[in-house]
């Protein structure tokens, strides 16, 4: 066994402790990081960057389908779902570089791809060495959750880790949740010409607006998908090359393919936590405003804290554990400002309070004020009207956003910014965007706030007429 000593280890090659690693050890920290599967994490190998290659593939099908709508006959669009996958690793390998073992080596990090496991208070051992170091970070991220259904350990199900190295079309997928994973696979493979069911056990997109997600789900229903809401998987079977599943409601379905995703497991049993005094909650690793463990030289980030689990969120707990670990200064992680997108056509984006939390927190001081898609321009030129946005305001400033449509994602990050540093809306709606673009929603929403004050108002008219008399 070897022994090393460094300022800062990181447990965990992912999204956040890349980050925390670039961060550092660019600063002049000496960081050490384990690792002991692919560099990149879930994000590059298992989550975003696959299934967002996925969706562009099932998006230029789609298109084929509605190239009517444009004036342009294409026919129906032959799907070669090998090279689909092909187009899948593809994106993986050109973005893997940027993740890779060598380019963290050439910033000056020591990368060793073993496990790690505390063993005090300030050391960390893998099958080769001990390592004694001045602070920790936990970055180990989060696995599928694989739920109790009667015989499922029989059945050959997929999950986000093996669904890429399908090779054949499902003939039909069921899937067994209705979070994002689940919608946007449903959504990519039906687009490729499966038949897809979601069984959903409470409600599907149940963390998103109700009045959004129905929208959406509405879209993805009528695109051929089957969602069955309230239904909760109970039992599974494997028989004739066929799965069956039995939800609690005694209905039954069968299909070719199974993939499970009903949330995720965040990765901390393996690292012997006890031995330095790290406590953990139902969803992970119990963190304090600082993203500091129970155990104050260790922190915790990304999916293994256990709060909102995004890339972007674990890039931002990054930047906060960063200050901390090289700088020593303190750094508090918000919530408030942190966004998500589901990446179905529509999107669905959000940020900050629902409306309904919005309601609860800030009773009568709360306005609401929306804008449908078939108000913009862009939207229309596009064909792409089926979609709303809506922001919650309190006393002129937004604490909250929904979008569902086209390129929401995107437009979402406005008012991130805007929760993030306290603007107002009169600030949003001073800015100018380029016409016709989508980001005109945007101040186009903004200025609906103000129009009950400046257009539907006595006073600003009387106003108006007096200053109109007297103008040369
Ligand atoms: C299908 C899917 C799609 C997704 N799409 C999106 C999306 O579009 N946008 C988005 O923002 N988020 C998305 N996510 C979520 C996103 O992938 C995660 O939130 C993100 O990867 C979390 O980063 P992390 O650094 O916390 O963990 P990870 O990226 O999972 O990295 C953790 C790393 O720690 C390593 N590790 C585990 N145990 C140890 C140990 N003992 N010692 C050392 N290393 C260890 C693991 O091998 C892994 O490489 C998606 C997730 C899935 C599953
Ligand atoms: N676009 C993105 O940013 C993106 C995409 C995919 C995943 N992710 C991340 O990954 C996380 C995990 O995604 P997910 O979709 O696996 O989890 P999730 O927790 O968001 O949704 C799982 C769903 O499965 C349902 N469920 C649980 N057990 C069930 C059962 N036995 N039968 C039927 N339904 C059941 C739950 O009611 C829930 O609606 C997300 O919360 C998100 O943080 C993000």
């Not at 709360?366 to 792409?384: I, K, M, S, W």
Request: glycine share 10%; aromatic share 4%; with cysteine.
């Amino acid at each position: 066994m070897e022994d090393i000593k460094t300022d800062v280890v990181i447990l965990g090659a992912g999204s956040g402790g890349l980050s925390v690693a670039a961060g550092a050890a660019q600063m002049g920290a000496h960081v050490t990081l384990l690792e002991p599967g692919e560099m990149g994490g879930d994000c590059l190998n298992y989550g975003c960057v696959p299934s967002k290659a996925l969706i562009a593939a099932a998006s230029v099908a789609h298109s084929a389908f509605r190239s009517d709508d444009f004036g342009i006959s294409t026919g129906a669009p032959q799907v070669d779902y090998a090279a689909v996958m092909d187009h899948v690793k593809r994106a993986q390998a050109t973005i893997a570089p940027h993740d890779s073992q060598e380019r963290f080596e050439k910033m000056g990090v020591c990368v060793i791809r073993e496990a790690g496991r505390f063993v005090s208070d300030d050391e960390i051992q893998t099958d080769r060495y001990r390592i004694k170091t001045r602070r920790i970070v936990i970055a180990t991220g989060s696995r599928p959750l694989v739920p109790p259904i009667d015989g499922l350990e029989d059945v050959p199900y997929l999950t986000n880790e093996t669904l890429w190295d399908l090779r054949e079309r499902p003939e039909h997928l069921l899937i067994i949740g209705g979070g994002p994973i689940g919608i946007e696979m449903a959504q990519a493979h039906r687009r490729l010409g499966c038949a897809v069911t979601v069984i959903e056990g409470s409600r599907a997109l149940g963390k998103d607006d109700p009045e959004f997600a129905a929208l959406l789900l509405d879209r993805l229903r009528a695109e051929g998908i089957e969602i069955v809401e309230g239904a909760q998987a109970k039992s599974a079977r494997h028989a004739d090359g066929r799965v069956v599943l039995e939800t609690d409601d005694g209905k039954s379905f069968e299909g070719s393919h199974l993939l499970v995703a009903v949330g995720r497991k965040a990765n901390t049993e393996a690292l012997d936590l006890d031995r330095a005094g790290i406590a953990t909650t139902r969803s992970g690793v119990q963190v304090d405003e600082r993203l500091r463990t129970t155990n104050r030289r260790v922190f915790a980030i990304g999916d293994a804290a256990g709060g909102l689990q995004f890339t972007h969120v674990a890039g931002y707990h990054a930047g906060i554990v960063v200050r901390q670990v090289a700088l020593g200064l303190p750094a508090k992680a918000k919530t408030d400002h942190l966004p998500w997108t589901t990446y179905t056509r529509p999107e669905l984006a959000h940020v900050g309070l629902t409306e309904k939390e919005a309601r609860e927190k800030h009773g009568d001081s709360l306005r609401v004020v929306r804008l449908d898609f078939d108000q913009n321009d862009r939207a229309v030129t596009e064909g792409e009207t089926e979609g709303m946005i809506k922001v919650m305001v309190v006393r002129g400033r937004p604490v909250g956003a929904s979008i569902v449509g086209a390129q929401a994602g995107d437009l979402i990050a406005l008012w991130s910014l805007a929760i993030a540093n306290g603007l107002r809306m009169s600030q949003i709606s001073s800015m100018v965007a380029p016409y016709p673009t989508l980001a005109e929603i945007n101040k186009r929403v903004a200025g609906a706030y103000y129009t009950p004050t400046l257009f539907e108002n006595d006073t600003v008219k009387r106003l108006v007429r007096l200053v109109q008399r007297r103008l040369p």
